[in-house]
């Protein structure tokens, strides 16, 4: 399977089928334009797979970052596989990429959170198969509805 870096409008357009099913509120235009805000201005970099017909079956977005606690790390934002592709081995493709990225630049781990609720412990087995520690919980504020 080849990686492929998503970093044109026409090729967010090609793996949001495959985001959507991890960001279900996007709609393709706000997926695009938020993916090409958060590439130039955080560092933001989405990568995904694409099959024999050119459809995206995976993708991944992650950034580099560094907090006091963490010291420099990559972060995954987004790590989906398309449903139908499920069991093809694209999400180890794209998690064995990163972590060899973050491992090569010499950074202390990489990070990711994911959600607590239904239907997402098949992704947490996912991560503690891949040698993921649940180490902490993550508490929001959400500022838009107070």
Do not use: C
């Amino acid at each position: 399977m080849t990686i492929r870096h998503a970093t044109t409008s026409e090729q967010l357009r090609l793996v949001y089928p495959v985001m959507r099913e991890l960001r279900p509120h996007l709609s393709e235009d706000a997926f695009v334009e938020q993916a090409l805000r958060q590439m130039r201005e955080h560092g933001y970099i989405l990568i995904y797979l694409e099959d024999d017909t050119g459809t995206a079956i995976g993708a991944a977005g992650y950034r580099r970052t560094e907090m006091l606690h963490w010291s420099k790390v990559l972060y995954i934002d987004d790590l989906v596989t398309a449903e139908a592709a499920r069991g093809r081995g694209a999400a180890d493709h794209l998690f064995t990429h990163i972590v060899e990225t973050a491992k090569a630049e010499g950074l202390a781990a990489v990070h990711l959170d994911s959600g607590t609720h239904a239907g997402r412990w098949d992704a947490h087995r996912f991560y503690l198969t891949h040698g993921m520690n649940i180490t902490s919980y993550h508490f929001v504020l959400n500022l838009k509805s107070t």
